[in-house]
């Protein structure tokens, strides 16, 4: 369970075992929570880390923090995520920045390799799905 909210992460033995993901996560409850593509740009719109994965990767998942935040959410209530690659070599790097991101039960996860993103020299966009305790209603 995350925060209440009735989450279960299973990973079937008849499945391969995964590294660094969760191959089932069921919710059942809570707020949902979508998170857009999060690229390598600061607050002020400045690239962080031309042609660096790890510093892309970090700025990413420092903008997945502050968008989370904004929902009242936490790395630990995500459920799924799916990171677009320009280079799906670069997943050693990426698996290390996502591994000080994700310190439980890690989310469903999808990768793709991209030919390009919005920015030819991005490298890295991570969108998410988060479920968080409590009903949906914003108050008046």
Do not use: C, W
């Not at 008849?14 to 600061?42: C, F, K, N, W």
């Not at 990767?57 to 799916?82: G, S």
């Not at 919005?118 to 991570?126: G, K, S, T, Y």
């Amino acid at each position: 369970m995350i925060r209440g909210s009735p989450v279960k992460h299973t990973n079937p033995p008849t499945l391969p075992r995964p590294m660094g993901y969760t191959h089932v996560v069921e919710a059942t409850g809570g707020r949902t929570i979508h998170v857009s593509g999060q690229i390598a740009l600061d607050h002020t719109g400045a690239l962080v880390g031309e042609r660096d994965i790890r510093a892309q990767t970090r700025q990413v998942f420092e903008n997945l923090k502050a968008a989370l935040a904004a929902a009242d959410a936490t790395f630990h209530d995500v459920v799924k995520i799916t990171v677009f690659m320009t280079d799906v070599s670069d997943l050693t790097a990426f698996r290390e920045i996502r591994d000080l991101y994700f310190t439980r039960n890690p989310p469903a996860s999808s990768l793709v390799q991209v030919a390009r993103l919005v920015r030819p020299e991005l490298m890295i966009e991570i969108e998410a799905v988060a479920i968080v305790e409590g009903s949906g209603q914003m108050p008046i």
